[in-house]
């Protein structure tokens, strides 16, 4: 009877601890899509956990200390509208986007923002709202930056990745604005690592993100700071961008500058980039600026764009400057350009503009080009 006992009250502690795993498990198992969540879709690392609570720099520093070769990666909130980050080697079976990215050897990124998106056989139906920040470390310093949405599929190569949770957006645009300003003249530690950091500063959806890149585009800046932010600015940032590239190219002193700066503003989808990019067609002080402000103006089109092309055909003073307005024309839809391209060959009274018009024009395919040429000839 002792023994029967002795078994039973066994049987019940073993039972009592039984449940008490079951209680358990449901934690275990919540918290495991949590971290997965926070790593994407990273293969073949040895990965780590750690929480950024205490400061995102300095968890920073520590994995810094750490000897060998180690990536740290994070999450951030990304700025609207449809993208998809990858690389420049993730290709699968059949030779389309998207196949496995590889961290440590990849190259690039490759950044997609078409409302459709090839995503080999995964099926997007929303746009990614995060992106992943990933920082190289070795011998205690930031080596290279990489960018990913979540949906790229990425391989580790067995490398020891360290995600870390609860990074606080602001905290991360103070980070890599230290990383961003850390180029240097050597192109290549640029290209892995400052450029990066931009890039991923002007993805934030953080009112801090403007204000950081407002920061490095002051003219006490180096000029190639403020060239590598002008694109951002006008990609990613909207009307705040547009507003802060017509500053620079009202004020800053670098001709080189406001050339990107012309660029940043053909791309930006703000109403008051257009504006903007025709007064410095008709007023730049530099030859080279208000050139390149035409050809980019080309590829906006559009009755504004075509009047300030034509009107510097017919009067601005250099002739640098209206050849490019010439090149610009040919840049136009074929219906808006052709026409005005034949209208200056035929009325010009500059020979060197009328011989670019000519080109262009021959350069087209044209049948109206072919017509006026056929008529010039036979008129001679």
């Not at 004020?251 to 012309?262: G, T």
Request: glycine share 6%.
């Amino acid at each position: 009877m002792t023994a029967s006992r002795t078994v039973l009250a066994a049987s019940r502690t073993v039972l009592t601890a039984s449940l008490t795993v079951l209680t358990a498990s449901p934690t275990v198992l919540s918290a495991a899509p949590a971290v997965l969540a926070e790593q994407g879709r990273f293969v073949n690392a040895q990965s780590e956990t750690r929480s950024a609570t205490q400061g995102l720099e300095r968890e920073m520093r520590a994995i810094a200390g750490r000897s060998g070769v180690v990536w740290a990666g994070y999450r951030a909130p990304m700025v609207a509208g449809p993208r998809q980050m990858c690389c420049g080697d993730s290709m699968g079976d059949s030779g389309a986007c998207c196949g496995t990215c590889r961290l440590e050897s990849g190259s690039g990124v490759t950044m997609t923002s078409d409302t459709y998106r090839d995503r080999g056989t995964r099926i997007a139906l929303e746009s990614p709202t995060e992106f992943l920040v990933m920082a190289r470390f070795e011998g205690g310093q930031v080596t290279r930056v990489r960018l990913f949405t979540p949906d790229c599929n990425v391989d580790a190569g067995t490398m020891t990745v360290v995600w870390l949770t609860d990074v606080k957006p602001d905290e991360s645009i103070a980070w890599l604005s230290g990383l961003a300003r850390s180029g240097s003249d050597v192109e290549a530690q640029r290209e892995r690592v400052s450029k990066q950091a931009i890039a991923a500063i002007a993805l934030h959806e953080v009112p801090s993100a403007d204000r950081a890149l407002d920061a490095m585009t002051t003219p006490e800046q180096p000029d190639f700071l403020r060239s590598d932010v002008a694109f951002w600015l006008g990609s990613t940032r909207g009307d705040a961008g547009a507003r802060r590239l017509t500053q620079m190219m009202q004020q800053d002193p670098s001709e080189k500058v406001r050339d990107k700066v012309a660029f940043g503003l053909s791309v930006s989808k703000s109403s008051a980039a257009l504006p903007a990019l025709i007064a410095a067609a008709k007023n730049d002080r530099s030859t080279r600026v208000r050139g390149q402000a035409l050809f980019w103006l080309a590829h906006k089109a559009g009755q504004e764009a075509v009047a300030t092309i034509t009107n510097a055909i017919d009067h601005d003073p250099e002739t640098e400057v209206k050849r490019k307005a010439v090149f610009a024309l040919s840049q136009l839809p074929k219906d808006e350009g052709v026409p005005k391209l034949i209208e200056v060959a035929r009325t010009n009274k500059n020979p060197e503009v009328r011989k670019q018009a000519f080109f262009w024009l021959g350069q087209s395919h044209d049948p109206r080009a072919i017509q006026f040429f056929e008529d010039v000839l036979l008129k001679k």
